[in-house]
């Protein structure tokens, strides 16, 4: 497995080749410098043409700026995380990167089958007869966040992605699991998963770890499925004391999609305010999924609307400029198989982010 872990100087070293980024393209966050834009691999069929268009497009994100890339271990059945690796090991044997200087994030929570759906012959053979875990362990038909559970596909997704270190890994969609118990035992489960993280974390598996969610901090407080940030980073603090490894949040966020930013859904000193809000105030990363909403965005788009962003010429660019000029967001993570997209969203890269000014201008406008 290739040693190393995203560093500062290693970032720093990929950013500063970049000729042609922006110097607003690069953010400083997790004592990292990450590209205002990462690749997502998602979707797409479990076949062998598209996970050799994903090691393609992997290879070339990296070649174009982007040093940010997300999987999870049951995307395409572990083959998205095969992808990446390969490419990964490919751009790093050839001497066009060296390890440290990628930012490496996945996550672990479905089932992931291997290479194709999960069978219950899969399962037992994986899980039930090595005491990973039994059937009474899975929630929803094919969520889990047992200790034992987790610290079995961080070594799984490890051996996929090739690396010796995962630079974030996430807890996925733990809010699946409140439709089957209180609260009080979800944040219970919640604290025992970060535990096993934080022993990931000692061992070198992984360099730190979030949640990446879907409606559970955008929900208002009290209703199905929502999560209390603050209640979260105190499982952490419980899990892993003061000095935790809880370094970042993943939510969904996009012109369809705003409530990050607008839904004042988190208890913030008395008040509520949006996600993105009280992520900043409790020092966490924020990526963001779905900036296209796998495509559904595009095409839709005024003509006076679209000469908003300047220097851009798909709304694609414009879906991914929105994103990343939001104040709060790390970087949105856009799926990205085909070589052809990547280069197109790659050109975002080179033009500036919105300003405050326009990027109010662009809301009052989408508000009115």
Same mark, same amino acid.
């Given at each position: 497995?290739?040693?190393g872990?995203?560093?500062? $100087?290693?970032?720093?070293?990929?950013?500063?080749r970049?000729?042609?980024?922006?110097?607003?393209?690069?953010?400083?966050?997790?004592?990292?410098?990450?590209?205002?834009?990462?690749m997502?691999?998602?979707?797409?069929?479990?076949?062998?043409?598209?996970?050799?268009?994903?090691?393609?497009?992997?290879?070339?994100?990296?070649?174009?700026?982007?040093?940010?890339?997300d999987?999870?271990?049951?995307?395409?059945?572990?083959?998205s995380?095969?992808?990446?690796?390969?490419a @990964?090991?490919?751009?790093? $044997?050839?001497?066009?990167? #060296?390890?440290?200087?990628?930012?490496l *994030?996945?996550? +672990?929570g479905f089932?992931?089958?291997? %290479? =194709?759906?999960?069978?219950? $012959?899969?399962?037992?053979?994986?899980?039930?007869k090595?005491?990973?875990? =039994?059937?009474?362990?899975?929630?929803?038909?094919?969520? *889990?966040? %047992?200790?034992?559970?987790?610290?079995h596909?961080?070594?799984?997704?490890?051996?996929?992605?090739?690396?010796?270190t995962?630079?974030?890994?996430?807890?996925?969609?733990?809010?699946?699991?409140?439709? $089957?118990?209180?609260?009080?035992?979800?944040?219970?489960?919640?604290?025992?998963? !970060?535990?096993? @993280?934080?022993?990931?974390?000692?061992?070198?598996k992984? &360099?730190g770890?979030?949640?990446?969610t879907?409606?559970?901090?955008?929900?208002?407080?009290?209703?199905?499925?929502?999560?209390?940030?603050?209640?979260?980073?105190?499982r952490?603090?419980?899990?892993?004391g003061?000095?935790?490894?809880?370094?970042?949040?993943?939510?969904? !966020?996009?012109?369809?999609?705003?409530?990050?930013?607008l839904a004042? %859904? &988190?208890?913030?000193?008395?008040?509520?305010?949006?996600?993105?809000?009280?992520?900043?105030?409790? +020092?966490?990363?924020?990526?963001?999924?779905v900036p @296209?909403?796998q495509g559904?965005?595009?095409?839709? !788009?005024?003509?006076? !609307? /679209?000469? /908003?962003?300047?220097?851009?010429k798909?709304?694609?660019?414009?879906? @991914?400029?929105?994103? /990343?000029?939001?104040?709060?967001?790390?970087?949105p993570?856009? =799926?990205?198989k085909?070589?052809?997209?990547?280069?197109?969203?790659?050109?975002?890269?080179?033009?500036?982010?919105?300003?405050a000014?326009e990027?109010a201008?662009?809301?009052?406008?989408? #508000?009115?």
């Amino acid at each position: 497995m290739l040693k190393g872990r995203a560093t500062p $100087e290693g970032t720093a070293a990929f950013a500063a080749r970049q000729a042609s980024a922006h110097p607003q393209h690069w953010r400083s966050a997790l004592g990292l410098t990450l590209s205002s834009i990462g690749m997502g691999t998602y979707l797409g069929n479990a076949d062998p043409v598209t996970d050799g268009k994903y090691a393609a497009a992997a290879g070339l994100a990296l070649s174009l700026g982007i040093n940010v890339i997300d999987s999870a271990i049951n995307y395409r059945y572990q083959r998205s995380e095969r992808n990446v690796g390969a490419a @990964l090991r490919k751009a790093v $044997e050839s001497g066009a990167l #060296r390890r440290e200087e990628v930012f490496l *994030c996945t996550k +672990g929570g479905f089932l992931a089958g291997d %290479t =194709g759906p999960a069978t219950r $012959e899969w399962f037992d053979e994986t899980y039930a007869k090595p005491g990973v875990i =039994g059937p009474q362990d899975v929630v929803g038909g094919g969520h *889990c966040m %047992t200790p034992a559970y987790l610290k079995h596909e961080v070594e799984q997704s490890r051996k996929n992605l090739g690396v010796e270190t995962i630079d974030l890994y996430y807890v996925h969609n733990p809010e699946t699991q409140l439709g $089957e118990m209180d609260e009080r035992e979800f944040y219970t489960r919640l604290a025992k998963a !970060f535990r096993a @993280l934080e022993e990931c974390a000692a061992e070198g598996k992984i &360099q730190g770890y979030g949640t990446a969610t879907w409606n559970a901090y955008r929900a208002p407080a009290g209703t199905p499925g929502a999560v209390s940030l603050a209640k979260t980073l105190e499982r952490a603090v419980e899990a892993g004391g003061p000095k935790h490894r809880f370094r970042a949040i993943q939510i969904p !966020f996009n012109f369809a999609l705003p409530e990050a930013s607008l839904a004042e %859904t &988190q208890e913030r000193e008395g008040g509520s305010v949006p996600v993105l809000r009280a992520a900043q105030d409790l +020092g966490l990363a924020v990526f963001t999924s779905v900036p @296209l909403m796998q495509g559904q965005l595009l095409g839709r !788009f005024h003509p006076e !609307f /679209r000469r /908003r962003f300047a220097g851009l010429k798909t709304d694609a660019q414009r879906c @991914l400029q929105f994103a /990343r000029s939001t104040p709060g967001v790390t970087a949105p993570l856009c =799926g990205m198989k085909d070589p052809e997209h990547v280069e197109e969203n790659a050109k975002v890269a080179e033009v500036a982010p919105l300003g405050a000014d326009e990027y109010a201008s662009l809301v009052a406008a989408l #508000r009115g």
